[in-house]
């Protein structure tokens, strides 16, 4: 199926895109606005009592912090778009873009996106099955147990599964991406010991997506479940299945979309918990120990990318509606 | 017509929606759904006229702008001599209780949560018009009585889910009743209804406009409805009228070709009847993007190159009180 | 033997335990190239009456007693995958709202294919060959195919809908309100359609509204419903003009008409009952101006009063109508 690209159509894209683009720019402005009426002095985390005045001098120039406001602000536009995000204060003045993008961004990226995606086909074939037998077990037992999964701290049921899991059973080793000592002998070796160091984290953060997007895709089949169209489907004599996966599941899947997009940073945010309880190295150690340690550049780093995976989000969301609703032109 | 002096008179009316085309949209011109254009006519104090047309012909939007519920695009409307369009915020509300509007679902006027007695008296205390509660309770059970909902004691204590779609109707039209209002316009005020209370309702209607001696506009998109409760009919198509005149006349003996093909398809309550039908090519179109000329002309069957002009025709006296748009002879 | 054939047909609603008697014993046949109007007020069971034929009542409507014979078969006995099979396959249902029957995320064409290759397999091509004529068939430019349902107009709709219902050559089209929101003119091109498509393809048609002049303009027989019981039935001559129940004769009294002279416009005071506690006797009995004593203690028999021509009233035939008041 391709996108209807009526005049009226192309246009709401070019103008999305705009769109997408003067929002994420008052986005990066307003992330040098928050960092600079913080509270804390920057330069309180690595300036240190007795340094020499030359040094302290040296320091603050090193990081632009003797220039005025604007001045910085310029400077920092011009550098973001050259990748250059600062330097980090505490991770050995490494650069900013390293501090994230290196492997923080991989181990994040590879554990979210297992995670989300398991969690995403389980809660939608899941919520729809159990809307289609509402009220009967199947529904009543795996709303009961997504719900307890969904509200449940993510750091007890991590510290639960590093317990039984990690230290009693000994199933998966309790800490870190992969065996620290160990020189593996090629890549199918260092994958599989990277993907058993995952283990723990995945189920976690599998469990505590799962239950959200359950609940949101049965309430939306059920929703849809009241359509006339559905009863129409029925009259048909149209098979359960094809009812339930080539008409209701589709239908509520609209409702889905909107809702991932929007909450795609809560989500990555939310794995800060698990990491930090695994010391997986994702983007989510990388905040908390960035804020422990005042390290503004990468707080900002992180903000910033958090920020732009909203906004893109968001824009893929409005044109997955657009080809999935055909309602929709413009 | 019932007298010779209009209550209301209604001039080159014209009410025209801006088509939304998004945000952005600095080129091209912009068009409008025309729902009223150019419309006159006049309403004879204590007539009882009706405005018929298929759905999405204006005749919601042309009630709304005679009550001024929205701003028109152009045109005046009279009411007893003066233009309601040149009143202030003050004066409108005041010239308001004179002109009451009945819906078509009295389920979206009425709150379930209120009693009869306050939904058909609250209108009394809203507008300052009688303060004694003793008073507004006579005038309430008064009016109930009026329309039938009697005893009037026993319905004025119940709420509306304890009431038909009948009943209801008739708490509607007390609630504007109360007002002693000198023109009443009834927008399908029975559609909603079963067959067997319509006429219940609609004679109710009739004997109120002798008791009350106020004056009707109704609006209906069924034209054998509209021969049971007016005297005078307008037949409208595409925001502007076709055809108007005496009930009977415009019904039994039409002129006009859109008028007659709408009058030979409506289905008669008799299975030995057979009727001619003329068909219609296509489906009535949204007003966007009007034709030059005659808008009935695409789909007109009497249309002629040789006596239909490229404007918009006019409405002609063709015999006494009966008005009709066309050119064809 | 008639195509359909309904028998004491008894289909309630459960509300906790309590039943509402919506289908309360209601029997007629339809013939080939025949078309049943079933008419009556809003809630009379008209709508429950044909989901029972096709028993895609909801969870809480139960068919409690009757049998509904397609072809000489029984469908209230089948099992609900037997009954899947034959639905659309034998009988199909044209729904109210044209709009809201399509799914409005899928082509037109596509939802029609699908439902053919389901009944009858064969390529998706074929499929779409058929939809093709078929589109032709009703009006439609079969280019339109890959249309949207928001696409199309009412009208339009509607003529799809009819399309689809004949897509698995079905011997019984059920026809629920098909032209209820459509305005007048649009309205007797639809009916035109399903007149020439029922006598070409030797349907049989139950035709459901509440409007009587659309059924005394488009039916053969009819069927008058009051408060779940089926009041009247009779061929639609001798229903409009040999009335045996008070009820039709006052009904159709208050449809006005446009054409002959004006006449007084009927109506029934009071209101229908409750299903969920209908009256004792007759139900008609509170609002019948020729009520008796037995009217509330019996609930009179469906019989057939001529020939042909059935009535459920004590006094069905002795009444003189026209002269009350
Ligand atoms: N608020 C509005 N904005 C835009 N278009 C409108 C609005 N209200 C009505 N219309 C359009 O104006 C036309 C007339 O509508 P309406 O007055 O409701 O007709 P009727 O009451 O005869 O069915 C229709 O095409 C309708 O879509
Ligand atoms: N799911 C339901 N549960 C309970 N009562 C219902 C249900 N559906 C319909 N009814 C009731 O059954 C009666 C018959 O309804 P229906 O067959 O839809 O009437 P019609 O089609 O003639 O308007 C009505 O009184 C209605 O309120
Ligand atoms: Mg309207
Ligand atoms: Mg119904």
Redesign the pocket.
């Known amino acids: 199926m391709a996108l209807r690209t009526t005049v009226g159509t192309r246009r709401y894209i070019v103008n999305r895109v705009v769109q997408t683009l003067i929002i994420w720019f008052l986005i990066v402005t307003l992330n040098f606005i928050i960092f600079r009426i913080m509270p804390g002095d920057p330069r309180a985390s690595i300036i240190e009592q007795g340094m020499p005045p030359e040094l302290r001098q040296a320091i603050v120039e090193r990081f632009g912090l003797d220039k005025t406001l604007l001045e910085q602000y310029v400077l920092y536009i011009v550098a973001l778009f050259q990748g250059d995000m600062g330097f980090s204060f505490s991770h050995f003045t490494e650069p900013v873009w390293e501090t994230i993008f290196g492997f923080r961004f991989t181990n994040t990226f590879v554990l979210m996106g297992a995670s989300m995606l398991v969690a995403i086909i389980i809660g939608m074939v899941m919520g729809v099955v159990a809307a289609a037998r509402r009220g009967s077990k199947i529904d009543t037992g795996s709303t009961v147990v997504f719900l307890v999964a969904y509200s449940m701290p993510v750091f007890w049921i991590g510290l639960l599964i590093l317990l039984y899991l990690g230290f009693n059973f000994g199933l998966i080793p309790l800490a870190g991406t992969i065996t620290r000592g160990v020189e593996h002998a090629n890549f199918i070796e260092y994958a599989a010991d990277y993907l058993h160091h995952m283990i723990g984290p995945w189920i976690v953060l599998t469990l505590s997506f799962i239950g959200g997007f359950y609940l949101i895709m049965r309430d939306s089949v059920l929703d849809v479940f009241t359509q006339d169209y559905i009863l129409a489907a029925e009259a048909k004599g149209l098979k359960e299945r094809t009812i339930l996966y080539g008409h209701a599941m589709r239908n509520a899947m609209l409702p889905m979309i909107s809702v991932i997009a929007v909450n795609m940073p809560f989500l990555i945010s939310g794995a800060t918990m698990t990491e930090f309880v695994f010391s997986w190295s994702g983007l989510g150690l990388l905040t908390y120990d960035s804020v422990l340690a005042a390290d503004y550049p990468v707080l900002q780093g992180v903000f910033l990318f958090l920020a732009t995976i909203t906004v893109i989000s968001n824009f893929i969301a409005d044109m997955l509606y657009l080809r999935l609703d055909p309602r929709i032109t413009y | 017509m019932a007298s010779s002096k209009p209550i209301l008179e209604v001039k080159n009316l014209k009410?025209w929606?801006?088509?939304r085309s998004g945000f952005f949209s600095f080129f091209g011109e912009q068009r409008y759904?025309?729902?009223?254009d150019d419309v006159s006519f006049e309403v004879p104090e204590g007539g009882s006229i009706c405005i018929v047309?298929?759905?999405?012909?204006?005749?919601?939007?042309?009630?709304?702008t005679i009550l001024r519920l929205?701003e028109p695009t152009g045109g005046e409307v009279y009411f007893e001599g003066e233009n309601i369009y040149d009143k202030t915020r003050g004066e409108l509300a005041e010239l308001r209780l004179q002109m009451q509007l009945i819906f078509q679902n009295p389920f979206e006027v009425l709150d379930p949560r209120l009693t009869i007695e306050t939904l058909v008296g609250e209108g009394l205390h809203i507008h300052n018009l009688e303060e004694d509660p003793q008073v507004v309770r006579e005038r309430v059970f008064k009016a109930l009585e009026a329309v039938r909902l009697v005893p009037a004691r026993n319905f004025a204590s119940r709420y509306t889910h304890e009431l038909s779609g009948g009943q209801l109707q008739r708490v509607a039209i007390a609630r504007s009743l109360i007002f002693e209002p000198k023109l009443v316009i009834a927008?399908?005020p029975v559609s909603m209804l079963d067959a067997s209370i319509r006429t219940e309702v609609m004679n109710l209607m009739t004997d109120l406009q002798k008791d009350f001696g106020h004056t009707y506009i109704f609006?209906t998109?069924d034209l054998a409805q509209a021969r049971y409760i007016g005297d005078f009919c307008i037949v409208?198509y595409l925001?502007r009228i076709a055809e108007m005149g005496p009930m009977e006349t415009v019904i039994l003996d039409p002129i006009h070709p859109y008028t007659k093909a709408l009058v030979s398809n409506i289905p008669v309550p008799d299975p030995t009847e057979q009727r001619d039908r003329i068909f219609l090519e296509g489906e009535t179109p949204?007003?966007?993007d009007l034709p030059e000329g005659c808008r009935f002309k695409p789909r007109c069957q009497a249309y002629s190159d040789t006596y239909c002009k490229p404007e918009e025709p006019n409405l002609i006296e063709v015999s006494p009180g009966h008005w009709v748009a066309c050119y064809a002879p | 033997m008639a195509i359909l054939e309904v028998e004491n047909l008894k289909t309630h609603y459960y509300i906790g335990d309590k039943p509402v008697y919506a289908v309360d014993d209601v029997s007629f046949t339809i013939d080939r190239n025949e078309t049943l109007g079933l008419a009556g007020e809003s809630g009379c069971g008209k709508t429950t009456t044909a989901y029972s034929i096709l028993r895609i009542l909801p969870a809480n409507g139960k068919i409690v007693e009757g049998s509904v014979k397609l072809d000489g078969e029984d469908l209230v006995t089948k099992s609900m995958e037997e009954m899947r099979k034959i639905r659309w396959k034998k009988a199909s249902i044209v729904f109210q709202y044209a709009m809201n029957a399509f799914n409005p995320v899928l082509r037109i064409g596509r939802q029609i294919v699908e439902v053919i290759q389901e009944k009858e397999g064969g390529s998706e091509q074929a499929a779409a060959l058929t939809v093709a004529g078929l589109f032709e068939e009703v009006g439609l430019e079969p280019s339109r195919i890959d249309d949207y349902p928001h696409e199309f107009s009412g009208g339009m709709l509607q003529r799809a809908i009819i399309a689809q219902a004949l897509s698995c050559d079905p011997r019984l089209i059920i026809a629920d309100e098909p032209v209820t929101a459509l305005d007048v003119i649009v309205q007797n091109k639809i009916l035109d359609l399903l007149r020439k498509l029922q006598a070409k393809y030797n349907l049989a048609v139950l035709f459901i509204t509440h409007d009587l002049s659309v059924v005394a303009e488009n039916c053969t027989q009819v069927g008058i419903m009051y408060a779940g019981n089926l009041m009247e039935l009779g061929s639609a001559t001798s229903v409009f003009k040999e009335s045996l129940h008070p009820y039709t004769y006052k009904l159709i009294g208050a449809f006005p008409s446009v054409t002959g002279p004006k006449r007084r416009l009927e109506f029934i005071p009071g209101t229908p009952p409750n299903l969920m506690k209908p009256p004792p006797g007759c139900t008609f009995h509170p609002r019948c101006p020729y009520a008796q004593d037995i009217c509330s203690k019996e609930l009179p028999k469906f019989e057939e009063i001529s020939n042909g021509h059935y009535a459920r009233c004590h006094f069905a035939g002795q009444l003189e109508f026209g002269g009350e008041e």
Not at chain 2, 33 to 36: D, E, F, L, S
Not at chain 2, 53 to 64: H, I, V, Y
């Open positions: 009410k929606f801006p088509v759904v025309k729902a009223v047309g298929e759905s999405g012909c204006g005749k919601t939007t042309l009630a709304r929205v927008d399908e609006i998109h409208m925001g949204t007003p966007i």
